[in-house]
């Protein structure tokens, strides 16, 4: 029976090891996964780093952005002379409504006074003319 017992200690000490064995191999397959996945994501930070640096040395002072800061300013240069030649055109076409209602308004005037200059004048011919065939 004693050795039965040691057979099956023998058994038992073989299956732990077969169990041991197994455990240790899924532990390193997970440690192959962990370290894979911890090798991309290593990879991902030094990308997002040289992004970050990129970004960076693009910064305000860069040749790039002073260009476009110029840019900028040339354009509301010209966007601020542009609004005073506009400023400086309803003011004239103002003027020249102004100027234009006073000529309608003598071109009216003069046109009711030679009307009445014709009423005038034909009045004052027809008396002439009935004055001058009733003196004969």
């Given amino acids: 029976m004693a ?10 000490l073989t299956r732990r090891i077969e169990e ?26 030094r990308v997002a780093e040289g ?3 990129i970004v960076k040395g693009i910064g305000i002072n860069s040749p790039e952005m002073r260009a476009m800061k110029k840019s900028i300013e040339e354009k509301d240069e010209l966007i601020q002379e542009l609004r005073m030649r506009i400023r400086d055109m309803l003011l004239i076409s103002e003027q020249h409504r102004s100027i234009l209602g006073a000529e309608i308004t003598d071109r009216k005037r003069l046109e009711k006074e ?16 009935r004055g001058a065939g009733s003196v004969s």
Avoid: C, H, P, W
Avoid at 3 to 12: I, S, V, Y
Avoid at 114 to 129: A, F, G, I
């Fill in 20 to 45: 041991l064995d197994k455990s240790l191999s899924i532990a390193l397959e997970v440690n192959d996964k962990f370290q894979r996945e911890n090798k991309k994501l290593a990879d991902k930070v």
């Fill in 51 to 53: 992004e970050t640096s």
């Fill in 114 to 129: 030679v009307k009445d200059l014709k009423v005038q004048m034909s009045e004052y011919l027809s008396v002439r003319t």
């Fill in 3 to 12: 050795a039965m017992k040691e057979d099956r200690g023998d058994l038992d």
